[in-house]
């Protein structure tokens, strides 16, 4: 019996030591971009956005670290995506609910161009030799919009995504970083949702 209470003791004693040790094992810095959502409702449809927030820190990001002409993730660390909880317009093109991956074509002149990638994928299902294939990213576009960037006096440190419900019937998605604002409408179709219940409850 007191053979055994002493092997039990020796265990408790050894877990003890070990403790400390297992903390500092399972502790990790912060993320250096931190994971973000936004969520808004606009109309009948919940817009969400998943992305992670990456910063300036001194860097030139738009003509150096991320290329003109060169598809971004339009994020960092995971793929930045957007859901809709109902259809919706965009540039004119009528978008089924669900779960898109968003990529950004940065110019040094002109229009940018946003990227909803009707697959879902990463950037990295387009990469090849080390560069982006362009042409069998633009293929998987369920929408691409043409979109002025807007140039601002303030640094943005971190990126961040914004959804304005406006009128509640448009909703309006800002992407801004460093010292760009960059902006795209979503037609949550209120009067096509509103004619369809008519129907429904129409004797």
Do not use: C
Not at 34 to 52: C, E, W
Not at 93 to 105: C, D, E, L, Q
Not at 161 to 186: C, G, H, P, R
């Amino acid at each position: 019996m007191r053979k055994h209470s002493l092997i039990l003791l020796g265990l408790f004693l050894l877990f003890l030591g070990s403790a400390p040790h297992l903390a500092v094992a399972q502790l990790q810095a912060p993320a250096a971009s931190p994971a973000a959502h936004v969520s808004q409702n606009v109309g009948f449809t919940k817009i969400s956005m998943d992305y992670s927030s990456p910063a300036v820190k001194g860097r030139t990001i738009f003509g150096g670290l991320q290329k003109y002409g060169e598809t971004w993730r339009a994020g960092a660390n995971a793929p930045t995506t957007i859901e809709f909880s109902t259809a919706v317009n965009i540039g004119g093109k009528n978008i089924p609910a669900g779960k898109y991956t968003v990529f950004i074509t940065p110019q040094a002149t002109g229009d940018w161009t946003i990227h909803i990638n009707g697959k879902g994928n990463a950037i990295y299902a387009y990469m090849e030799n080390d560069k982006i294939n362009e042409d069998a990213l633009a293929k998987d576009d369920i929408v691409a919009v043409k979109t002025t960037p807007v140039r601002t006096s303030e640094t943005q440190e971190r990126l961040i995504y914004t959804i304005s419900a406006e009128d509640n019937q448009m909703a309006k998605i800002t992407m801004s970083w460093e010292k760009v604002q960059l902006s795209f409408k979503v037609d949550t179709q209120v009067n096509q949702k509103m004619e369809g219940f008519k129907g429904i409850l129409a004797p």
